[in-house]
C-alpha cells in the first residue's frame, strides 16, 4: 500500500470514527463518511464492503484483544489446585481486570464506541457475553469448592446473570463517562472489594 493509499484508508477511519461516535452505528451513514474523508464511493469500496466491515476495522482487533485477555484469566485460575483456587479467590481475576482495564484505556476511542455506538453490530452484548462467560466459571468454582466440602452451590440462574452483568457495566462505566485512568483504578479496587465479600456470603465461604 503506498502512501497515498495509506492517506485514503486513514482519512475514511478518521471520518468513520467520527461519524459512528455521534450517530450510533444504526444510523450512521456511509454516503456522510466518504464525503467527509474526501473520498469516492468507489474509493470506499476498494477499502469495505460494507458499514459493518468498517466497523469492524475501527473496533475488532480492540474487542479480540480483550475477550482473550478475559479468557486467559479464567483460565489461569481453573488451572489452580482447588485450594489455591479457594485462597486466590478475587485476587487472580482481580489482576485481570486491573490489565483488562489498562487495556480499555489505552484504546479508548475504539472501547467507547463499542460501548455507545454498537447498537446493531456484534459488539453490542459485550456485557452479555462476558457475564455469560462470568456465570460458566462462576459454576466450575463452585463445584471446585464442593470438593473442599464447602456448600452445594444453588444460586437463581437469572440472579446469576445479573450479578454478573453488574460488574461488568460497573467496569465499563469509567470508559464510558471519562473517568480519569487513576480514578478508574481506585474504583476498581473497591469493586473487586464489593464483589469478592458478596460472593463469598452467597457461596457460604
Request: aromatic share 12%.
Amino acid at each position: 500500500m503506498n502512501k497515498n493509499e495509506n492517506n485514503t484508508l486513514d482519512d475514511i477511519l478518521s471520518a468513520a470514527k467520527a461519524e459512528f461516535s455521534e450517530k450510533g452505528f444504526r444510523s450512521a451513514s456511509l454516503r456522510r463518511i466518504v464525503k467527509n474523508a474526501g473520498v469516492t464511493t468507489g474509493a470506499f469500496y476498494g477499502y469495505f464492503k460494507s458499514k459493518e466491515e468498517l466497523f469492524d476495522a475501527l473496533v475488532g482487533e480492540q474487542y479480540d484483544t480483550l475477550m482473550g485477555m478475559f479468557c486467559e484469566t479464567q483460565s489461569a485460575f481453573t488451572k489452580l489446585s482447588p485450594q489455591e483456587q479457594a485462597k486466590q479467590m478475587g485476587e487472580l481475576s482481580g489482576e485481570g481486570m486491573i490489565k483488562m482495564m489498562d487495556y480499555c484505556y489505552a484504546n479508548k476511542d475504539e472501547f467507547k464506541l463499542i460501548l455507545c455506538s454498537s447498537d446493531g453490530t456484534k459488539y453490542e452484548n459485550i456485557i452479555h457475553d462476558m457475564a455469560e462467560i462470568e456465570v460458566d466459571a462462576t459454576h466450575k468454582f463452585a463445584k471446585t469448592m464442593e470438593q473442599l466440602g464447602y456448600p452445594k452451590y444453588n444460586v437463581d440462574k437469572t440472579l446469576e446473570h445479573i450479578l454478573a452483568s453488574g460488574l461488568f457495566s460497573a467496569f465499563f462505566e469509567v470508559i464510558i463517562h471519562d473517568i480519569p485512568h487513576e480514578n478508574a483504578a481506585e474504583y476498581l479496587e473497591e469493586l473487586k472489594a464489593f464483589y469478592t465479600a458478596g460472593w463469598k456470603k452467597i457461596m457460604g465461604f
